[in-house]
């Protein structure tokens, strides 16, 4: 198996703040993967350190088996599109287009030409006076006319109306499956992701909570109804990822590891549930007492 | 990547070459004016009569009243001059804090700095293509003002070495261009956000050349003193010499300083009294004499060279600790 990215015991602080922490991850090639986490989470921060614009403070990270870190070499292999999609927004998508081809070794201007043109992006205006899906589009189109190995998006559809959201992410996944390009691609809202992702990553509060194919993880949860359970081992099962409880009863998210205790009703999980059970675990960074309110 | 760097800068280079019209638009009439009247009133000549060490009484007074007529005519002029002053800071302000800090304000360098160039080529050419414009304004800019400047100097008896005169003109506006320039970028990179960086680069380049003018230009070569007699002296030793006098004084015949800041003159011998002698060597004693320190006026090109060699040596340590500094930018 061939790794697109990794990560080992990678970390990255803001004065005392840690952004990311104990960050351990294996991407393989040709996956498309999605970083999930809610906003602040280290999703950003995760994916500079990836093409080399942040130093790690712990730990390491290659790219192709390289180390992004001020190292040129890897730069023809990423296709990156920053938060927002910062563009020179005094210039036209066709200067963008030539700017590339003067930046980069490897540039196909006929494919990024031929995708702004299907999708009627004006070349003789101003990026700054498109609309935000637009630009977004101008920023992918350019990011894939490098023909990168590896393609990270930052919340590339953020900012765009679910119609606009749902054409970028088709168009997206239209110009990398023959490729055989891997995607990393974060965002904050799950819908985004579920149906494009076959790998999926979960950020919370700057540390990995979950990682692995999306069928595995779907695979390995399940929901368990049964009696009020107080924490002691479940026969089947390998962690509770978490608990409700009413009076009588407790209904859990489980990883099972084998056949469950025939007392608990098992049902099937989507990945939303799987990835909310995950979410919710996370302990936010901001208690009630640096808000001096009563806990 | 030059392209890109010219596709980014080329409003402000249009801007930056209207305003250098528009300012050629006011200097070179003025110039010319300039240039006209002291050619009609044959300043030229009148200054090597007044500066002759016995002065012809015949045509020093025309020449004295000439010299007043065009000083009064012109002398707001050097106010223009002071517009010259703030041009290198302007251009420090305006070229070189932008470069970097608003990169990376506005995103745009997480979109340069992952195409196919590191990011320290980008540094090096983005930063040699500002730098080589600054100088080549200041170029036209430092001569230019060198031309424009030269009548007043000459008939006004400016000083060449005073403040403002060496100051905006010749070469050092290169030397002070380059540094803000440089300051700027700087700046920039270690506080990436506009008005942190435009503020240190304001700071940082009044406060050196302030530093530097008061405490270290005097010094740049060893001070050199001459004394002059008072003996026979009808005026006072002036600096149409152009000699720059760091400090002056009357010392009396044993060398010690009995009057600081002052010079002395015996005056005509037809003011005094009949059998008066000269009036200071009565106050300080015979063998008084008027002591200068000085800087000789033909170190002048050779101070202009110390001083922007002084601005463009900063300079570089700035580029140098800017473009190593660039990696780390986040």
Redesign the interface.
Known sequence: MDVALETEQLGKRYGKRWALQDCSLRLPTGRIVGLVGPNGAGKSTLL?LA?????PDAGEVRLFGRSP????AV??D???V???T??????TAA?LV???G??????DAALARERLAQLGIPPKLPVGRLSGGQRAQV?LALALA?RPRLLLLDEPVASLDPLARREFLQSLMGSVTDSGTTVLLSSHLLADLERTCDHLVVLHSSRVRLAGAVDDLVDAHRQLVGPRHIGEPIAGVGTVVRARHTDRQSTLLARIDGVVDPEWTVHDVTLEDVILGYLADGETTVTRTDWEVPA | MIWLTWRQHRRQALFTLVALLALAALMIPTGLMMRASYADKGLAECLRVLNAVQPDPGRAGPCSRALNQFADQFNSMSLLGVLFLVLPLIVGLFWGAPLVAREVEQGTHRFAWTQGIGRRQWALVKFGFVAVVAVLVAVVYGLGMSWWVAPLTGAAQQNRFDVFFFDMQGVTPIGYTLFAVALGICAGVYWPRMMPAMAVTLGGFIGLRILLTVLARPHYLPLETRAIPIEGTIGEPGGASGDWIIDKGIRDAGGTMVLPGAQAACGAESARPAGGRCPPLEEFGEGAYNWQLFQPADRFWLFQGIESGIFVALAAVLLYLAVRRIRRVA
């Open positions: 500079h093409v080399g614009l942040l130093r870190y001020d190292n040129p730069l023809p990423i296709g990156f920053a938060q927002d910062p563009l020179y927004r005094d210039f200067e030539q700017l590339g003067r930046m980069n070794r490897r540039w920023a490098k």
